[in-house]
Each structure stands twice: as C-alpha cells, then as structure tokens.
C-alpha cells in the first residue's frame, strides 16, 4: 500500500472515529482527506446539519416534522449558486432566527445568521475538546476557525469548518455532468451512479455584489464528489495536482496574491483526466503529462476562463481581473518551465525511493528530461553561437552518476553521428562513439548505429541491427519520451523481471526505449522521411518503433527491392496497433503516407498525409511530404 493510499485510509478511521465514537458530525475534506496532501496545507473539514434538508423541486418530501424543509431555487443566481427557500420548518422556534423574508413574502435561509450559528457550534465543540482550544472561533469565507491559546496569546487554529447542508438529490443544474458524452470512459459509469448518489451540499456564501441580494444565496458544494474522483486518482496524478498548487504557490502567487487557488488546479486536472486517454497517466509519462497540465493552466488564464467540473457554464473566473490573468500567462510563459519540473522531480524522487512504482520511474524520467534538455541546448548553441553553459548546467544539477552515465552514453551516440558528416578524418572516432551509444538503452542507441552503416553503404549491417529490433517484445519494453508513451501492457503495470540488483545501465538496456534523437545538423545522415522532419529546423525526437520501420524501409529501398519495402509497410501496420492508445504524435501517419509514396500508391498517400495535415495546425513537414507527393503524382 503506497504512502497516499495509507494517508487516506488513516483519514477514513479518524472520520469514523469521530462521527461514530463521538456523535459529532465531523468529515475530513480538501486535501487531506482527497490525498495530495501537502504540509503547507491547513486542516479542512466539513460539519454536516442535519436539522435541514434541501430538495429539487420535484423530490421534495414533508414526511419528518423535525426537519427544516428546503427548496433549491435557481431564481437569478450566478451558476453554481442558489437561494434556499422555506418549504416546512420544525415546531421548535429555535432557527426561526436563520429564516430571512423578501418583498414577495418568500422566506429564504440567510447565510449571514447561519453562520454565526455556525460560529457559536464551532466554539462550543472545541471548547468542550479544551486543551489549547479556547471556546472562540472567527470566520473566514464561507468556514468557521477556532482559535487556541498560544502563551499569552491567541492564535488561529490550522482548521477550518465549513458548515454544509445536504441536498437530498443530485441537483438539477448539474444534470449535465452525469450525462454528458465522455470520450475517454472517466469516470465510468459505476462511479458516476455512486457520485449521483452523494447529491451535493450547499455552504454559506453567496456571489453577488448586492449585500442583501448576497446574503441568501448558497453555494453549491460538491465536496464528497470531488473526494471520490480524488480517491479514484493513480500517483501520476496526484503529482501533476502537486506540482501545479507548488508552481501556483511558489511562482504565481507572489505575483499575483489570490488570483489563482488550489482549487482551481484540482478543477483543471479533472477536466484534463476526462479529455484524454487514461494510457496517458502513467509513471513513465509524468513529463508530458505535467507540461500538459501546464498548457491547460495557460488555456484557461488566456481565456479568462475556467469552467466549473460539475457545472460547466460557471466560469469560476468571471470576477477576476482579465489584465491579472493575461499577465499571469506572460508570467508563466517565461518562467524555465522545464527546469522547474526537473526540480520538482528529483524532489519527489526522495519521497518515492521506497515506491515499488516509482522506484525505477523517477531517475528514467529524469534522465529522459535531462536528455531532451541537453541535445536542445546542444543544439541551440550550434545555431545561434550562444554561450548557453549556465542553462546546460542547470539542465543537469543534481543527476546522480548513474544517469549522468547513461547520459553520456545517449550524448555519445549523436555526436559519433555529427562526425559522419562533418568529419573526414575521424571516422573511428565516430564509430567508436556511435558503438559507446549502443550502451544507452534497448533500441535508440543501436537504432543510430544502425542509421550510420546504413548512409555508408553497409545495408546489411544495418538491417541485421534493424532485424533484432523488429523482433523485440514489444509488451516488455516501456517507450520514455518527453512526449508520450507509445507501448505498454494494459490495464496494470509491465510485470518486467526487475529486481533491486539491477543497475540502471541493465534495466536501460534491457527493458527502456528512448525515443530516436536527431538533431537538424545531422540532416545528411537521415534517411528521407527524417529528413522532412527535419525541414522545419528543430531537433527531431521520434519514436523508436516507428525510427525502425522507417529505416528497414530506407534500407530496403537502397536494394531497390519493391517487395521487402511493401512488407515493411504491412509490419509497420500490424506493430502500430500494439501502440496505438499511447497518444501519439503524427508522425506514424506521416511514415505511412511516406510510404504509400515510395510504393507508387498516390492516392493512399494524399489520404494519410492529408489527414496528419488536418489532425494538427502548424505542420511543416506534412506539407513538404505532400508537395513532393503531387510533384511526382503530376510528372
């Protein structure tokens, strides 16, 4: 059982504990209770009054005369928000005192008294518990803070209480969310009938500028369903959710003080969890997941808009200043982005060094980062004649050596490449690099080697290393990339043979794929299709079961042998289905429209290749693809 799994089940006692033991009706909630916890975090919790219940319009019951009966009215309030109309109330005259009237004889309840209700139960609950705990209490939103003795003096407690009453249906303005079309089956059908039947709540705080207009409308709270989601999320998620409230608290907030919260980031992820495939959110993946997570933070501050989960045309952003969220965008935008998810990263990596998930995730996530981060800088500083050797460094600032070695070897392999084809004089040299990258890991490495005994003629080498690519177990090796993961046994973890003897260079080598790297300067060496890729100027990363196919191609077609090119084409399309899930990039379509190409099938071409172009905006190299295709098509 992992850390967070223990951390909720310890909340789930202390819950019972307290509701069952001590009769009070007491619940863990924000992020204590949901399992990303951090220290920094105050205590939430939730008091459930259970002398009120509040009805749909349509559901109400008067069956118990010693229950306050509401009524949830939309009337004209913002979306998520409500009034609570008086339906019933008990014979005691006791909350007679919460009812508030308007000028159409209605009675709502008032926010304003409820909660100095809530305020005088607060103190009377910890003042009975004692200790520190003084019988005080202040209010804070719509939350109750109990304060304690601190010496000689008073300090605020790290809890605080939000008072909640249930509605006894799921709400009508939320109808959407249970049946709105889910691409991606999250979450599925059992869980979204268990959320319908934790209905909501509603807590004492209104939305309009009008004082007396605001203080009878109620927010809406789906607190319980929002645990349930949380309860639901796997550990690449919880540290996306992290890493967004520390980049939120550490380089937005000192900025721009309450533009952004927490609970804006626990909103974004779930949006971002339903609209893409759950192959996404794995260990392997929390790069891309985590800059994901980011691009859809900027969405949202760029267009002033973020949507609430459960009802989408609340817009929790609607009272922020639109400068404030197009500066913290430009803010965000220039903040070394990379750099930070490296940090955040070996920071975790401690946390999780005894994680049997994590234990061999984190340093081959580091590493592939570090790796993409190199080979850019690299790059950069060839282009530009830049001297870029803080960024590298810091690119690099606390690797252990047993990455910075399979670093070394990864760096080796693509310069022993460069010097192909900017040095005459030192072909051993290059070769013996080229065989050093080998050591990098199962497929990017050799796939290099390969790439170079290919361009000097040696087609038969190159498809011998080619072969034993091809015939890798594809259910036995795990793609890292920046950008997807391409391959992977589903629905639970690759039970890979691993164990706590391995070095890294053996479970490299042995089980992990890195994507195939090329940088423009290389564009010589590359077989045509990369050399498309290439076009556009940038440093190419692909994938290497598709590198593969794409070189047996070239090879074969070097051979000029139309038979073995078109098998390559039908392997390539059956191998394609065992990483399909992964969210890949274009560039298998691409390949396939290239291929088409070469074997004369034009009009299969024009389809693939028309279709990458459509599937993605700036596309540069599909559009070189397809010129050179009608060229040949009309000559």
């Known amino acids: 059982m992992t850390n967070i799994a223990i951390d909720i089940q310890r909340v789930k006692l202390t819950d019972f504990a307290l509701q069952e033991l001590l009769n009070l009706p007491l619940s863990h909630a924000g992020s204590r209770a949901e399992g990303s916890n951090d220290s920094a975090s105050d205590t939430d919790m939730t008091y459930s009054v259970s002398n009120f219940k509040v009805f749909n319009e349509e559901d109400i019951i008067l069956n118990d005369e010693n229950i ?37 004889d209605r009675r709502y309840l008032s926010t304003v008294s409820f909660l100095k209700f809530a ?10 518990i004692g200790g520190s705990l003084k019988n005080e209490s202040n209010i804070h939103g719509p939350c109750v803070t109990p304060t304690h003795a601190f010496g000689n003096k008073e300090k605020e407690a790290d809890i605080d209480v939000a008072f909640i009453i249930q509605c006894q249906s799921w709400p009508s303005v939320a109808q959407e969310w249970l049946y709105r079309e889910r691409q991606h089956n999250w979450p599925d059908a059992p869980m979204i009938e268990s959320i319908k039947g ?25 607190n319980a369903a929002e645990r349930q989601l949380m309860w639901s999320f796997n550990e690449t998620q919880l540290l996306c959710l992290d890493f967004l409230k520390l980049l939120v608290s550490s380089h937005i907030e000192p900025h721009f003080p309450k533009l952004l919260c927490s609970y804006f980031m626990k909103t974004l992820l779930f949006w971002h969890i339903e609209e893409t495939p759950s192959t996404m959110w794995r260990p392997e993946n929390l790069v891309a997941c985590l800059t994901e997570c980011i691009a859809k933070l900027q969405n949202c501050l760029i267009t002033a808009n973020c949507p609430h989960y459960f009802i989408r045309n609340n817009n929790m952003f609607d009272k922020k200043d639109k400068k404030d969220l197009r500066e913290a965008s430009h803010h965000l935008n220039s903040l070394p982005i990379d750099q930070l998810i490296l940090r955040f990263i070996q920071m975790k990596a401690n946390f999780f060094h005894k994680n049997v998930i994590f234990q061999n995730h984190i340093p081959l996530i580091s590493l592939t980062l570090s790796r993409h981060l190199m080979h850019c800088l690299s790059w950069e500083t060839l282009r530009t004649k830049i001297d870029l050797q803080e960024p590298f460094l810091a690119a690099v600032d606390g690797i252990d050596h047993g990455i910075m070695e399979q670093l070394n070897h990864s760096l080796a392999s693509t310069i022993g490449s460069v010097l192909q084809t900017t040095s005459s ?71 890979h043979p691993i164990d706590e003897k391995m070095t890294l260079h053996d479970i490299m080598t042995r089980f992990i794929a890195l994507d195939v ?89 024009t389809r693939f290749l028309v279709s990458s172009i459509l599937a993605r905006k700036a596309n540069i190299p599909s559009l070189w693809l397809l010129s050179t295709l009608l060229h040949k098509y009309f000559n």
Request: net charge positive; glycine share 6%; with cysteine.
């Open 198 to 222: 934790l209905t909501c709540g509603f807590v004492p705080i209104g939305y309009s500028e009008n004082l007396i207009v605001r203080s009878i409308e109620w927010r809406i709270s789906f």
């Open 119 to 128: 305020q005088a139960r607060v103190s009377a609950i910890f003042g009975m």
């Open 425 to 495: 004089d030192d072909t051993g040299r290059s070769w013996k690099l080229l065989k050093q990258g080998t050591k990098s890991d199962l497929m990017a490495g050799p796939l290099k080697l390969a790439t170079a005994l290919w361009w000097n003629g040696r087609v038969l080498d190159a498809l011998d290393i080619v072969d034993k690519m091809v015939r890798v177990d594809l259910n036995q090796v795990i793609h890292y990339s920046l950008y997807y993961r391409s391959f992977i046994k589903e629905p639970s973890d690759v039970s």
């Open 68 to 104: 306050n009966v509401l009524k949830m009215k939309q009337n004209h309030c913002h979306p998520g928000y409500c009034n609570l109309e008086i339906i019933k109330t008990t014979p005691s005259k006791e909350w007679n005192g919460l009812f508030q009237s308007t000028c159409l």
């Open 517 to 605: 790297i090329f940088l423009p300067v290389e564009i010589n060496i590359a077989p045509d299709f990369v050399k498309f890729q290439l076009s556009n100027g940038s440093p190419l990363f692909i994938s290497p079961i598709v590198y593969t196919y794409c070189l047996e191609f070239s090879c074969h077609k070097e051979k000029s042998d139309l038979k073995s090119m078109a098998d390559t084409y039908d392997k390539f399309c059956k191998a394609r289905s065992l990483f399909s899930k992964g969210g890949l990039p274009h560039l298998d379509t691409d390949l396939k429209g290239y291929f088409q190409m070469e074997l004369g099938n034009y009009l299969k071409s």
